[in-house]
């Protein structure tokens, strides 16, 4: 069974950047879709990015187009979320999910994912 952990959140200042990782273990990640969700406090867990490993298709949420981006290393079953120029709106718990999903062209639903990590905290805050 795939299991997920995340690591590398936590405190950062508005404009900062942090990188996410997300290790798995109990499987190949290359051959799973990936994505990134996040869950601020009193919110709905929202999809952030995702990528698929069948077309290489990607989703990206509008509010983070040009400051997230979404990788892989195969080589270390790991796949990373690169955040730049944070904002207070960041903050939330951050979570990674692996499913085979064939295609992120019409969207990235987070129903679909069946393995999902345990979470970890970005607060961008002064």
């Known amino acids: 069974q795939l299991q997920l952990v995340e690591s590398g959140g936590g405190l950062v200042q508005p404009g900062g950047s942090l990188r996410l990782s997300c290790a798995a273990s109990?499987?190949?990640?290359?051959?799973?879709?990936i994505g990134w969700f996040r869950q601020a406090p009193g919110q709905e867990r929202e999809a952030v990015s995702c990528?698929?490993?069948?077309?290489?298709?990607?989703y990206n949420r509008a509010s983070v187009k040009g400051r997230f981006t979404i990788s892989r290393d195969d080589a270390k079953n790991t796949v990373y979320l690169q955040m730049n120029s944070l904002k207070p709106e960041d903050t939330a718990v951050y979570y990674c999910?692996?499913?085979?999903?064939?295609?992120?062209?019409?969207?990235?639903?987070?129903?679909?994912?069946?393995?999902w990590g345990q979470g970890i905290q970005v607060t961008v805050s002064s």
């Open positions: 109990g499987g190949t990640l290359a051959h799973y879709a």
């Open positions: 990528v698929s490993a069948s077309d290489g298709s990607k």
């Open positions: 999910a692996a499913d085979f999903i064939f295609t992120m062209l019409g969207g990235c639903d987070e129903g679909d994912f069946g393995s």
